[in-house]
């Protein structure tokens, strides 16, 4: 069994950084950082293979964020750059249960943390 722990969420103004830890227990595969927004679906904004040899981001992300993968600790860091109101939401990390290719489909993923809220002023 997978236990997902995130942190580092938190109060940022527009155009100011923040970087969210996502601490796992468990073996891993692709993971991925999603969000999720009142009243809008989960989508997942950045992904990463099991060895983080390939990573990917949505287009409302490329370029601002960035994902670090320890495979020694077994964390998976999210850095957040020039944050717009938009991407105001809660956080999640997520992981798959077997050997998977880069998804930004939250239903791929088998395993959730509990969230960590991220809130951008403008």
């Known amino acids: 069994q997978v236990q997902l722990v995130e942190s580092g969420g938190g109060l940022v103004q527009a155009g100011g950084s923040l970087r969210l830890s996502c601490a796992a227990s468990g073996r891993t595969f692709t993971m991925a950082w999603c969000r999720q927004s009142p009243g809008r679906e989960r989508e997942c904004v950045a992904t990463i293979t099991r060895a983080a040899t390939n990573s990917n981001y949505a287009d409302s992300v490329k370029g601002r964020f960035a994902l670090s993968k320890d495979n020694r600790r077994n964390t998976l860091d999210l850095h957040m750059s020039n944050l717009r109101s938009e991407d105001t939401a809660v956080y999640y990390c997520?992981?798959?249960?077997?050997?998977?290719?880069?998804?930004?489909?939250?239903?791929?993923?088998?395993?959730w943390g509990q969230g960590t809220q991220v809130t951008v002023s403008s």
């Open positions: 997520a992981s798959t249960n077997t050997w998977t290719g880069l998804t930004f489909n939250p239903s791929d993923y088998d395993y």
